[in-house]
């Protein structure tokens, strides 16, 4: 008999990443927040200059807290396959691919990277905040724990690889340490023990294993900044510290700076790129179609968890995920995650998703229906109360759609994504 | 980072008091904990406040945090270079970055506020 996936996160009190005692050269402790069960910096320098930073020179970003699989055997590819929405047949050694594991409804449990090393032999990047449900989902696919299929309640996935957690813990771990912006490939050239050709051919989303000075990594054209210049180093942890020193040492004559989870959020939310619980699942329950990610979904595939609902739900979606700019900068009030956006007659048509300031302008991610999709369309936003003293004085605490509110800040819809 | 001639709350916020005159800000911790202030929503003129009533939401790319009255009071002025530069909270959170002065109606409500000893206390146990 199988049951139902549910995952309850056990709360944990959260404890510094392998570079801790390199964040605690730069910044107090008071700087570092909880995030995933990781004590993280928030910002080293300050968000506005390590974003300015990535887009102008580069940015070093501490994702060692990221969750890195290992999928090995006949079945890795088989079992990804089944797990995850895109094709991993479509890649070859060297490729990485985006994608997405969904539950037998259909909802995102995560968004992925698949790295394939070999025919036998792949890793996965999975979210911080989602390894541990990650882990639990795919020890219980491999027991035939869970239902996958709603129509078939007692179909199990057939392959079963050998998974290992190459967490920061394991004596094998790789954590990643992301090296983003324009100047991230004259650096990674100037320490590459390799052929400078072979790195300098590396196109977006394929990776080389060699080592930089000597520090063996796995070298991918990957990010999450919206760069169109950019690698993750995966490292094994007990290198992690001398990596990140010598990246940062032989990049502060670039002007290269380390970078914390403030800016990987306005980078990310520049570039159109989605957040996990912001602009795929969380509160609106967000799909890849929504999100704007419909090509990493393939429909042609003949089987993979949660196939059917996701057609449905594609079919049946009325509101998708958009960009949009609007005044930022000094004596504007920022806006927020639930802040209605509202159509030029002032009905509210969707709400803020994420934002972020970008210099003079702030640039958010809404979930709004279709019928505000189009780039250029004029669009604004209504301040909801975020105190008690703004509800006193009569601001809305929340807005249903159709519901007319009088704008406070007239913005754009700009292309779903951007690059820099 | 802690002004020696001033009182504090547990919220973090600054008082000057002088006669029947209080003056009111964030801390250098509150600030460094918001990070980049983008805009700051000042009281009204005129408006009478209560201990804990909401004067000022302060606002940061990150975060929008509460600034609570300390004492029972009526706002004078308000600092309105804020609206312009706000950055002023994270340069000079003691003295151009003030939020307001109030006309308190008893001095004595001081003492339920911290001294600057008493406040670095507080943070230490505050950060363990």
């Known amino acids: ?41 928030l910002w080293f320098s ?26 090995q055997g006949p079945d890795a590819q088989g079992f990804i396959n089944t797990v995850s929405t895109n094709q991993v047949g479509n890649i070859v050694d060297g490729q990485a691919q985006y994608g997405y594991l969904l539950n037998a409804d259909g909802a995102v449990l995560d968004d992925i990277i698949v790295y394939k090393r070999a025919d036998t032999d792949f890793l996965m990047v999975v979210n911080a905040g989602n390894a541990a449900k990650i882990k639990t989902w795919f020890k219980g696919l491999l027991a035939d724990d869970y239902v996958i299929d709603r129509a078939d309640p007692n179909r199990s996935v057939p392959f079963k690889p050998v998974i290992e957690d190459l967490c920061p813990t394991s004596d094998n771990g790789l954590v ?11 650096l990674v050239a100037q320490l590459f023990d390799g052929e400078k050709d072979t790195l300098a051919a590396l196109k977006p989303f394929r990776f080389i294993e060699g080592s930089l000075n000597g520090l063996a990594c796995v070298i991918s054209r990957t990010g999450y900044t919206g760069s169109a210049m950019g690698f993750e180093l995966l490292v094994n ?3 992690a510290r001398a ?8 990049g502060n004559p670039m002007g290269i700076l380390p970078c914390g989870l403030g800016a990987r959020d306005s980078l990310r939310i520049q570039g159109g790129l989605p957040l996990y619980g912001h602009e795929l699942a969380g509160h609106y329950n967000i799909t890849p179609f929504e999100a704007g990610y419909g090509w990493a979904v393939k429909l042609d595939k003949e089987v993979f968890i949660g196939k059917t609902a996701v057609i449905k739900n594609k079919a049946q979606a009325t509101h998708q995920v958009i960009r949009v700019a609007l005044p930022g900068g000094k004596g504007i009030r920022p806006v927020r995650e639930q802040d209605p956006v509202l159509d030029a007659q002032g009905a509210c048509r969707g709400w803020i998703l994420s934002s972020a300031a970008a210099q003079d302008q702030q640039i958010a991610l809404a979930y709004v229906n279709k019928a505000l999709s189009e780039q250029g369309t004029p669009v604004s936003v209504y301040y909801l109360a975020r105190s008690q003293g703004q509800i006193k004085k009569g601001r809305l605490k929340c807005a249903t759609e159709q519901e007319f509110v009088k704008p406070d800040l007239e913005g754009q819809i700009v292309s779903r994504f951007e690059k820099f | 980072m802690i002004e020696k001639d001033l009182l504090y709350t547990k919220e973090h916020e600054w008082v000057k008091i002088t006669g029947n005159t209080a003056i009111l800000g964030i801390t250098h911790h509150a600030q460094e904990m918001l990070g980049d202030v983008t805009f700051v929503e000042l009281p009204e003129v005129g408006a009478d406040l209560a201990p804990h009533d909401q004067i000022s939401v302060i606002e940061s790319s990150k975060a929008a945090s509460d600034v609570y009255c300390p004492v029972n009071g009526t706002v004078t002025e308000t600092n309105d270079t804020l609206d312009a530069q706000p950055e002023l909270i994270n340069e000079s959170c003691y003295k151009d970055g003030w939020i307001c002065k109030l006309d308190i109606k008893d001095p004595s409500e001081a003492d339920s506020l911290m001294t600057a000893a008493q406040y670095e206390t507080f943070l230490k146990e505050e950060e363990q």
Not at chain 1, 5 to 33: C, I, M, W, Y
Not at chain 1, 59 to 69: I, N, P, Q, W, Y
């Open chain 1, 1 to 41: 008999m199988k049951t139902e996936f549910a995952f309850n996160d056990p709360s944990q009190d959260a404890t510094g990443s392998v570079l801790h005692e390199e964040h605690l050269k730069r910044v107090s402790p008071s700087r570092l927040a909880p995030f995933a069960g990781y004590l993280m910096p």
């Open chain 1, 237 to 239: 942890p007990k290198e």
């Open chain 1, 46 to 71: 300050s968000i506005q200059e390590e974003h300015q930073a990535v887009r102008n020179t580069a940015g070093l970003f501490d994702c060692t807290h990221m969750g890195v699989l290992s999928l």
């Open chain 1, 176 to 186: 990643d340490i992301a090296l983003q912006g324009p100047s991230s490939m004259a």
């Open chain 1, 243 to 250: 990596l990140w020193s010598l990246l940062l040492d032989k």
